[in-house]
């Protein structure tokens, strides 16, 4: 499989940051995990609140874990909010699953990992996300 | 008890895998549990991403702790979503009640462990599973 | 990174047992994760007792987190034992640091994930590992 | 309280690593975490091992929650083991009472929080840490 460096994790980390100062956003948090949900790099704006780690964290963890961006497992929770729970007791409580999860691969497709993105609204945190990973010439799948 | 040995297990799982990819199925993953909820074998297909044994396990556990197959513990589910909620509590959070838990038994209804398979939807889950049992010439409880 | 295939761990499981086997051990299990410590492929043998799933696993996860194969985790907890506690308060009590679990790497050093094996004696449980890692082409770090 | 800054938590991790790169140090993971315990900014070097970050935070969480550097913890885990071991249950064993843990102050001698350092022996992470904090010109307890 291919893989996620920490050179490019920290590129994505900072062009989503100053993704997220363009539009004005809430200060965000945001980290990068490798295909296998571990994590490669983190930081939290200035301003975010003290929980932000646990929930970027979540967000990027269901994603490389089941395969889908948090849109996709949002949906999925809301038809069927038991399986998400069940879900949740299966991973440990460790899965958010709302927008702002978002899958990385590579040109070619293959998976590289999960950004997880949180402070803003989900919706502004996935787009966010998607700037900075697409700077980072990677292909984001929100 | 009757046992579901190694070689059975292999059987089915191949033959799951097999009933998955002629009908373009998602790639899949398949365990086998004993009557007392062990694991004999599991396999993850290529491409099925990274944690499909414990969404697998989750499905299979249940099925075997509860000696109800997946379909049931989802429409308990629905009708009492605290009941389930607390099963999980006793169970560590293990149970994942959704189709493609499926009951194993030999030809005279004795129970001798259980399937979990997950990748696709939870129907066509549940259906490849019960090809891959049948082809070892043991029953499907779905 | 490179990949531990469905293939791949087939076969270094087959021909750990067929180790195990050929050197009289007592029956074995074989677990076999990638890179990320997740599940690819699992078999447990007609005879091995109940819970050898969670000894087999913990063997190669505590591998594949540290990045150090069982024998070296072993004489870190015997040189510190408060640490392996921590560690493993750290990782949930998901490691078992003993011989059996080993490192995977591909012929250029790359490391694809690790093997649990357990049954026998620890040393023994290494040893046909290593066989079936061998007979796999690929490089075992025991 | 006065405030471990994003760009200060940047500027302690870049210089640890560098630290680490001097002394020809395996690859190392660093972690900042703020006076309450809750992360600030993480880095894992390429070719550290999956587990990195449980780790490197369990050094730091400890390190901020008791107030004292990993090597009184470690000295207090050697002196009175039941006591670690009843902490780790308190604190839900995220705890990892070993040097690498590492207390931040100001000049004035204020706590700002705390640095994790893992990857090479646990002296070796200390001192690489050590000079991380003093390259950000704050103050090092470890």
């Known amino acids: 499989m291919a893989t996620l460096t920490l050179s490019r994790a920290r590129t994505i980390i900072r062009k989503t940051l100053e993704a997220g ?8 948090a945001v980290v990068v995990l490798d295909a296998g949900g ?10 975010a609140s003290a929980g932000r780690f646990a929930i970027a964290h979540g967000k990027a963890y269901g994603a490389v874990m089941m395969g ?7 949906a999925r929770a809301a038809a069927n909010p038991a399986f998400m729970g069940a879900l949740n007791g299966a991973f440990g409580g460790a899965i958010v699953p709302v927008p702002g999860g978002i899958l990385v691969r590579d040109a070619r497709g293959r998976l590289l990992g999960a950004v997880g ?7 502004n945190d996935a787009q966010a996300g998607q700037a900075g990973i697409e700077a980072a010439r990677l292909v984001a799948e929100i």
């Open 68 to 74: 889908l961006p948090g849109s996709d497992l949002q």
């Open 38 to 47: 571990h994590v490669v790099a983190f930081e939290r704006s200035d301003g």
């Open 117 to 123: 993105v949180t402070g803003d609204t989900s919706d």
């Open 21 to 28: 100062r363009e539009r004005d956003l809430q200060p965000l």
